[in-house]
């Protein structure tokens, strides 16, 4: 048997980096690859770690190498859309070794230095043509092995012969039948590069993040005006031009506004007479049918009229409905289909959701940005009384271009002149609330909402004095009131006379007046006489749970007991069941977290801050709607599909288990400075490490572990990337009310007393190590008698 052995070396150590400026004479080429700083040939071109050297190949050529030793780079400007996401570079990375039998051969690779990590997105692989090889995966010389895999074939094979190419994250083998081959293989013939080019992402690497990058303005390479600091996965950071600013950010004055785009339209505005369907589908401007009705070529649609009306786009794909205000192409997939998706639909096209036989298109009506389109009016699209909207590719984040939109209050085509017109929202309950109407008539409308004067708002607040005020949130300030029958009451007080802010206030009185449960912020009323509404709640004493879990006061954080975080987590998930299925409407939060629980005198907890709330029908399964949510608590389905269900507010409420598990915030950084996403760090370590490196120490201090086991997984369950597999929210407190029933009276496995913290000492009962009787499917089975 031979055997291949692949190490992995270490990158080299971090070097100080000095930002310089490009001398005029450093060359821009190599070959046909283009040079931009911070790459450059020779020391004087580049910044220390990106020095590149053009070698001489053979035919008159040129080899563009990186490194000692040197690999080959085949793009620096890779993926193409890099300057919208992460950058890195194309190179040739492969290994081809020939064994003999009984022999070991050894490769090590080692990064061509410490600002660069092979990326994610590379093919790893390892080719075996032959018998008995056996490759294993090292890191350096330590004898850690990561993983191995062995080829064996029936009866003896003389020649051997193995690839190994790019192994960082799985080793895997393909074993090619000595008989299908025609002739002996040799794998050097082949042309790697076809097949084995890996990406490498780069990054300044001198310092952990932009924080410690900015501050040290002698090393700081993002030197251009309109130029920003983005933090890399592989550590240290990049930079990029500010958005609707192109060049380089890497030198003094690289970022600047593009040059006048060139005219891309068919035609401004559509010809008369335009035919606007076909079969059942309507066509609206900004496509087409026929020339002069269309906006641009990428969305000139063909009408086959035999055997039945089919719309298709350029590229045959069948068009089954078109989406103006929400920018949606919904498409059929190509039965014979050979490429990826993107390479079918145009560059103003980006997948928005797959549904098996249907995709999702999102588009755009121009490549330019918002900033750049509203500078050439010439050319930009958007009516009056409509909205520029961005438009990126959901999986990478690359810009598409943007689209129009109708304004909050009117309706029709953006895309045509005075197409957008003054709607009368009250004719469309189902989209909006109608303004000085806000106040449900209907008898499920909760008891006591008022309309309040602003005279008496201002009384009771003392003409909004900042002695009263109590907090402050992303959209308004929070007041503390006392009525003139004594009621304490929070005023919320929008900052921004904006169609947004007033929407909002609309939606969330809307919502609450149908909102009754000892769990849910109570709303008094509100007040209409000012441009804003100001809502009138009452008032919450403690702040929220996230000021308690992860906010020190003297120096350290409060203890909060298992049994208080336990009930915390049972009223929430109260809250959000009553939400979803027992109010007179269903209600979708879309902004569950920790901030937005507020904590009363007692601790109680009360589910806030409904702005972005949406009603549902009972029968109606998913809403489609823009994205909206806080980045940590956003379910992943959501953000990459737009639809929105019951199963996203159990995501977000996952995190907040996470939360009272760990006290570590939703996005917390680890011991090496970097910036984690929680629900993703805590299901990788979960199955790694021993639950007691897990979880908040003071709760293994106090509870059994087979509780707090309990509570983790039902926290991986609500985290699940597919939908189908969380549970609901009247699933989820059923689980937490049982396991409060056979909560533990586990006497401490730490030193010092059990404390509640919120309440005070907790003598610890005597008795054994647990009290729990009954197994997990009792306790099922049991859950009929859990009080409610």
């Known amino acids: 048997m031979a055997t291949l052995v692949l190490g992995l070396l270490a990158a080299p150590s971090p070097t100080a980096v000095s930002v310089k400026t490009r001398g005029s004479s450093c060359s821009d080429r190599c070959g046909?690859?283009?040079?931009?700083?911070?790459?450059?040939?020779?020391?004087?071109?580049?910044?220390?770690?990106?020095?590149?050297?053009?070698?001489?190949?053979?035919n008159n050529t040129s080899n563009l190498l990186l490194g000692n030793p040197s690999i080959e780079v085949w793009d620096l400007d890779w993926p193409p859309w890099a300057h919208d996401s992460f950058p890195a570079i194309l190179t040739n990375i492969s290994y081809f070794v020939k064994l003999a039998p009984a022999q070991n051969y050894f490769v090590h690779w080692e990064a061509p230095g410490r600002s660069f990590a092979i990326s994610g997105s590379s093919n790893m692989a390892l080719f075996v043509v032959g018998c008995s090889v056996k490759a294993a995966l090292f890191i350096e010389d330590s004898g850690v092995e990561l993983g191995n895999c062995y080829v064996a074939c029936i009866g003896s094979q003389v020649g051997i012969e193995a690839q190994a190419a790019r192994g960082l994250e799985e080793v895997r083998s393909l074993i090619t039948d000595p008989e299908l081959v025609d002739g002996p293989l040799d794998l050097q013939r082949h042309n790697s590069a076809d097949i084995y080019?890996?990406?490498?992402?780069?990054?300044?690497?001198?310092?952990?993040?932009?924080?410690?990058?900015?501050?040290?303005?002698?090393?700081?390479?993002?030197?251009?005006?309109?130029?920003?600091?983005?933090?890399?996965?592989?550590?240290?950071?990049?930079?990029?031009?500010?958005?609707?600013?192109?060049?380089?950010?890497?030198?003094?004055?690289?970022?600047?506004?593009p040059a006048s785009p060139s005219p891309?339209?068919?035609?401004?505005?559509?010809?008369?007479?335009?035919?606007?369907?076909?079969?059942?589908?309507?066509?609206?401007?900004?496509f087409g049918l026929e020339s002069g009705c269309f906006a641009n070529l990428q969305m000139y649609l063909v009408c086959n009229p035999e055997p039945a009306p089919v719309l298709?786009?350029?590229?045959?794909?069948?068009?089954?409905?078109?989406?103006?205000?929400?920018?949606?192409?919904?498409?059929?997939?190509?039965?014979?289909?050979?490429?990826?998706?993107?390479?079918?639909?145009?560059?103003?096209?980006?997948?928005?959701?797959?549904?098996?036989?249907?995709?999702?298109?999102?588009?755009?009506v121009n490549s330019s940005t918002c900033l750049v389109a509203t500078v050439y009016k010439d050319s930009y699209r958007c009516s009056s009384y409509s909205d520029c909207i961005e438009v990126t590719d959901n999986k990478t984040q690359a810009r598409v271009g943007y689209r129009c939109k109708c304004s909050p209050g009117f309706g029709g085509n953006p895309y045509i002149k005075d197409g957008c017109t003054d709607i009368d929202e009250c004719m469309l309950p189902d989209e909006y609330t109608c303004n000085?109407?806000?106040?449900?008539?209907?008898?499920?409308?909760?008891?006591?909402?008022?309309i309040f004067s602003h005279e008496e708002l201002e009384k009771a607040t003392n003409n909004f004095d900042r002695s009263r005020v109590v907090g402050h949130g992303g959209h308004g300030t929070v007041y503390k009131g006392i009525l003139t029958d004594q009621r304490v009451v929070a005023i919320k007080r929008s900052k921004l006379v904006a169609e947004i802010e007033i929407e909002q206030c609309i939606n969330e009185v809307s919502i609450l007046s149908h909102v009754n449960h000892r769990n849910v912020v109570k709303l008094y009323g509100c007040c209409l006489e000012t441009e804003i509404p100001l809502l009138v709640y009452e008032f919450i004493s403690n702040g929220t749970l996230y000021d308690i879990l992860h906010r020190e006061?003297?120096?350290?954080?409060?203890?909060?007991?298992?049994?208080?975080?336990?009930?915390?987590?049972?009223?929430?998930?109260?809250?959000?069941?009553?939400?979803?299925?027992?109010?007179?409407?269903?209600?979708?939060?879309?902004?569950?977290?920790?901030?937005?629980?507020?904590?009363?005198?007692?601790?109680?907890?009360?589910?806030?801050?409904?702005?972005?709330?949406r009603s549902i029908p009972i029968d109606q399964t998913h809403l489609v709607t823009a994205v909206q949510g806080t980045f940590g608590y956003l379910d992943p389905e959501y953000y990459h599909t737009g639809q929105l269900n019951e199963k996203s507010d159990v995501y977000s409420f996952g995190v907040i288990l996470l939360e009272l598990l760990t006290r570590k915030k939703p996005i917390f950084e680890n011991g090496n400075g970097e910036r984690q996403n929680l629900s993703n760090y805590f299901l990788w370590v979960i199955g790694e490490r021993p639950l007691e490196e897990v979880v908040d120490e003071q709760i293994m201090c106090e509870e059994s572990e087979e509780?707090?086991?309990?509570?983790?997984?039902?926290?991986?369950?609500?985290?699940?990337?597919?939908?189908?597999?969380?549970?609901?929210?009247?699933?989820?407190?059923?689980?937490?009310?049982?396991?409060?029933?056979?909560?533990?009276?586990?006497?401490?496995?730490?030193?010092?007393?059990?404390?509640?913290?919120?309440?005070?000492?907790?003598?610890?009962?005597?008795?054994?190590?647990?009290?729990?009787?009954?197994?997990?499917?009792?306790?099922?089975?049991?859950s009929a008698r859990v009080p409610r």
């Open 32 to 58: 046909d690859i283009s040079i931009s700083y911070p790459f450059g040939i020779g020391p004087e071109c580049s910044l220390p770690g990106f020095n590149l050297t053009c070698a001489a190949g053979a």
């Open 197 to 257: 080019l890996a990406t490498l992402s780069w990054a300044i690497p001198n310092q952990l993040n932009c924080k410690r990058a900015m501050e040290d303005k002698a090393t700081y390479a993002c030197v251009s005006n309109h130029s920003i600091c983005q933090e890399a996965p592989i550590g240290g950071y990049v930079c990029t031009c500010s958005q609707g600013f192109d060049g380089n950010p890497y030198v003094v004055n690289g970022c600047i506004l």
């Open 264 to 286: 891309e339209y068919e035609t401004m505005q559509p010809k008369a007479n335009c035919p606007t369907s076909c079969g059942n589908v309507t066509v609206s401007f900004p």
């Open 312 to 364: 298709q786009m350029l590229g045959g794909a069948v068009v089954t409905n078109i989406s103006i205000d929400q920018g949606i192409l919904h498409v059929l997939k190509p039965s014979n289909q050979s490429h990826s998706l993107t390479d079918i639909y145009p560059s103003l096209y980006a997948i928005s959701g797959d549904w098996g036989g249907r995709v999702d298109l999102k588009w755009a």
């Open 436 to 450: 000085e109407q806000l106040i449900s008539s209907d008898q499920s409308a909760g008891d006591g909402t008022n």
């Open 553 to 613: 006061q003297n120096g350290a954080l409060l203890p909060v007991s298992w049994e208080e975080r336990l009930r915390i987590s049972i009223e929430i998930a109260s809250a959000l069941a009553y939400l979803h299925s027992a109010a007179s409407v269903s209600i979708l939060h879309r902004d569950v977290k920790s901030m937005n629980i507020l904590l009363n005198d007692s601790y109680i907890a009360k589910v806030s801050d409904f702005g972005a709330s």
């Open 707 to 782: 509780a707090i086991v309990s509570m983790v997984r039902l926290a991986e369950e609500c985290l699940s990337l597919t939908r189908g597999d969380r549970p609901t929210m009247k699933d989820v407190e059923m689980r937490l009310q049982m396991l409060r029933v056979h909560q533990s009276v586990a006497p401490p496995r730490c030193d010092g007393e059990r404390t509640s913290g919120l309440g005070g000492a907790v003598p610890v009962p005597a008795g054994r190590h647990g009290s729990r009787q009954y197994s997990l499917e009792q306790e099922f089975l049991s």
